[in-house]
C-alpha cells in the first residue's frame, strides 16, 4: 500500500474505529440509489457498530464504474458526495478522461514490468492523471481473508465488464490463488480517508506508475472528488518513465528500504538506494538545516544561505515533490530578515509545491498564499536580526 502506513492484512487492531454509529440495515429495493445493486452485507461486528457492505454504481462516471466496501453510514457520505449527485463535477474537471487522452503512455520497463511514460515534454506542474477508483474498502482486522476475498469479489464482479479486466491486469504481491483481489489491494492501493475512516483505494492507471526514491511526479488524493491526482513535480522529456514515491523519501536508507521490502516486496535499487550512505548524509544536513531555520530564538542560526542551501539539497536528492518544506523555509527566513522580494519568490513556490503534494485546497496552500500576498503582515516579518 502507497503511503505512511499498513496492509490490510496487517492492519489489525490498529485502527480506531467509530464508535458512535447506530446500525442501518439496507432494506427496500428503492432505497438502492445510487447503487445499482442490492448492497451485500457481513454480518454485524461489535467494533464497526454494524456491517460491512458492498455499493457498486456500475455505470458510475461514464460507466467507468465505481464498488465500495465499507460500513452503510459511511456508504451515505459516498452517495451524497459530488460525484454522485453531478456526475458533471468528474468531466468538468477532467478526471476519468478516455484512454489515451493523458499525457502519459504505458510500456513494458526492462527489471520492472510495466510502468507509465511520458507521451510529450511535461513541466513543474502539469496534471499528468486524475483518475477515480474502481474499488474502495474500509480497513478492517474483522474478516477473515477468505470472508473479505468473498465480499471484494463480489465487489469487482459488480463492475463492469472492462473496468474488471483493467482490475485483474494490475500487478500482484503473493500471487497466490484464490486471493487475488485482495493481492491488488495490497499492491496498489492508496489509502484514503472517507468519513472519517481510512479506505484503501485501487486507481488502476496510477499504480502503473513505478517507485522512484526521487520521483519526478507527486500525487495527492482530493476525497470530496473521490479523486488522485498526480503531477509533474520537475520537468519530465517525452518518453521519460514517470515515477511517484511509495515510501516516505525523508526517512533513512535502511527504513525506506524495509518500508519497501515489507509493503511492496522489492529491493529498491534507483540511485539514493544504491547510494543509501551519501542520500543519509544528505538527510542528515537536511534534518540540521531544518532545526537551524525551525529555531525563532534570538541565538538561532538561521540565515537565508541556510534556507538556500537547504532548497539545494532537496534538488540534489530529487525531492522535488516534497519541496514545499524547504520552500516555506526560505519564505519565511528571508521575510524574518525583511526581503519582501525572497519572500514572495519562494512563498509562490512554496504554494505551488504545497498544491501538488496536499491539493489546491489544503491549509497550507492558504498560508504560503497569504505570506506571498502580504509579506510585511506576516508574523514571521523581521523578525531575525538584519544581517543574520
Ligand atoms: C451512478 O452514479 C451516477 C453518477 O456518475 C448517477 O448519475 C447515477 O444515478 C448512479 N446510478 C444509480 C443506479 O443510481
Known sequence: ???EVVSLISLLSLLPFGLSQEDTIPSSPESF??????????????A????LCVYTNATFSNGRGISIFTTPEISKDFAASLPFHEPSALSDHGINPSEGEGPWYVQDIPGKGKGVLAKRDLHRGDRITAFTPYLLVHMESELSINEREKFLSIAVDQLPAASQEHYFSLATIWGEAGYEVQDVVKANGFEMQVGGKMHVAVFPETSRMNHACSPNAQYYLEPGLLTHFVHASRDISTDEEITISYAP???FHEARQKYLLDYFHFTCTCSRCKNGEASDHALHEIDG?????????????????KAEELIR????????GFLDTAYGYAALTYNAVGSVRGAKKYAKLAGEAAAMKYGPSHSDVNVWKELERDPQGHVSWRRRKIGK
Open 249 to 251: 523519501p525523508l526517512r
Open 313 to 320: 539539497l532537496y534538488k540534489q536528492e530529487g525531492l522535488d
Open 48 to 51: 464497526l457498530k454494524g456491517p
Open 33 to 46: 440509489h445510487p447503487w445499482s445493486f442490492e448492497p451485500v452485507c457481513t454480518q454485524h461486528f461489535e
Open 1 to 3: 500500500m502507497r503511503n
Open 289 to 305: 538545516l531544518q532545526s537551524s531555520l525551525g529555531n525563532w530564538k534570538p541565538e538561532s542560526t538561521a540565515s537565508v544561505k
